[in-house]
């Protein structure tokens, strides 16, 4: 069976919960976790002379990392309750489904456990789903927690 699954996470409440029935799972068929988080890209601000207000834009990626970290925290914290061995993993990538398909590659896991966050039709229609991106390029099983 899987080995080793790859739990993104955004720090939502259904990520959260996904997150504890992530674990559970691995713990119950002996696998371990990579927790993920991909850091959104940020658009430069550009003031009024045409300048990019290089400070700002620095300042908002810190704090994103440091909010990613925060997440990935609570999973590790998490996994380690249930005897899980749990790495963390942030990158920065062009879209947060493509982050995801690419660090379960990268860290070789078998299985991508994530959740959806069950937007109405209209809004996945004009939005987007991460969850179906990912399930519909990811060459690993997803099993999608809702």
């Known amino acids: 069976m899987f080995k080793h699954l790859l739990i993104p996470t955004d720090g939502s409440t259904l990520s959260r919960k996904a997150v504890k029935a992530g674990i559970s799972f691995a713990k119950t068929i002996g696998a371990k976790v990579t927790a993920y988080y991909a850091l959104e890209m940020v658009q430069p601000y550009i003031v009024a ?45 062009a879209t947060p489904y493509q982050g995801i398909v690419q660090a379960a590659k990268k860290k070789k896991c078998d ?19 991460v969850t179906q991106k990912v399930l519909a390029h990811s060459k690993l099983p997803v099993m999608v927690y809702r």
Do not use: N, W
């Open 111 to 129: 299985v991508i456990f994530m959740a959806s966050h069950g937007r109405g039709e209209l809004a996945s229609l004009v939005l987007g789903s």
């Open 49 to 93: 002379d045409g300048a990019v207000d290089i400070a700002s834009l620095k300042a908002f990626e810190q704090r994103a990392r440091e909010r990613g970290e925060e997440h990935l925290a609570e999973v590790g914290e998490a996994a380690e309750a249930a005897g899980i061995v749990c790495e963390a993993y942030i990158t920065k990538p």
